[in-house]
């Protein structure tokens, strides 16, 4: 061994355990996590009728899996990853649809035949949904600022997963939103007034 291998060895080494073990348990729950949803969204694919959802759930997890392979790599090396995080872009429109229209009531399903894109757009949504609050809450527990940023990078992008689901479901009246009557609406919204701003060392005004 020469006697510059032993010293690249070395920093190889301390590299590779910059980690608390806190934010070991926590990166591989998230990684597992990504994982499971990446499984669970070719379980749907088979299931999915619609072109428009099936597309969804195809770029979501084409996303998902550039996402996993980051995050190892950040998380194995403690380094800067050789892709950095992208920003996911979804194709809905942002118009939501306000109102309750009466429908009939749901219940579980009996066998896999009564799986739907309702259901199946749902079971997308709760993996979006919790994947966020996860990587949210792993984040402001991680020591490695590398893999801190990486996984801290990443909460955006499932929020945009979740409410590009959201809107899918919303337009097929899946996800209906309910609204306040005018009254309690504007009494809501008016119930907070702005303070005067201090011009105080590091608080200036934009």
């Not at 939103?177 to 608080?203: C, E, F």
Request: negative net charge; charged residues 15%; without cysteine.
């Amino acid at each position: 061994m020469n006697n510059n291998t032993q010293p690249n060895m070395m920093a190889n080494q301390a590299m590779n355990k910059n980690h608390g073990g806190h934010e070991l348990f926590d990166a591989h729950e998230v990684i597992s996590g990504i994982i499971s949803m990446l499984d669970q969204y070719q379980m749907y694919d088979q299931h999915i009728k619609d072109p428009i959802l099936k597309d969804i759930n195809h770029r979501q997890a084409a996303f998902a899996t550039q996402m996993y392979n980051t995050i190892v790599d950040s998380f194995s090396t403690g380094q800067d990853p050789k892709v950095p995080t992208q920003q996911y872009k979804m194709n809905q429109d942002n118009n939501v649809i306000y109102g309750i229209k009466p429908g009939a009531p749901k219940k579980p399903n009996q066998s896999v035949n009564d799986l739907s894109d309702q259901g199946l757009s749902a079971y997308m949504l709760g993996n979006t949904k919790s994947l966020a609050m996860l990587l949210a809450m792993t984040a402001l527990e991680m020591t490695n600022p590398v893999l801190r940023r990486v996984i801290a990078d990443s909460v955006p992008n499932f929020i945009e997963m979740s409410y590009e689901i959201f809107l899918y479901q919303n337009k097929h009246g899946y996800y209906q939103v309910p609204q306040l009557k005018d009254q309690d609406m504007t009494a809501m919204l008016q119930s907070y007034t702005q303070v005067p701003q201090q011009n105080t060392p590091g608080n200036m005004p934009h």
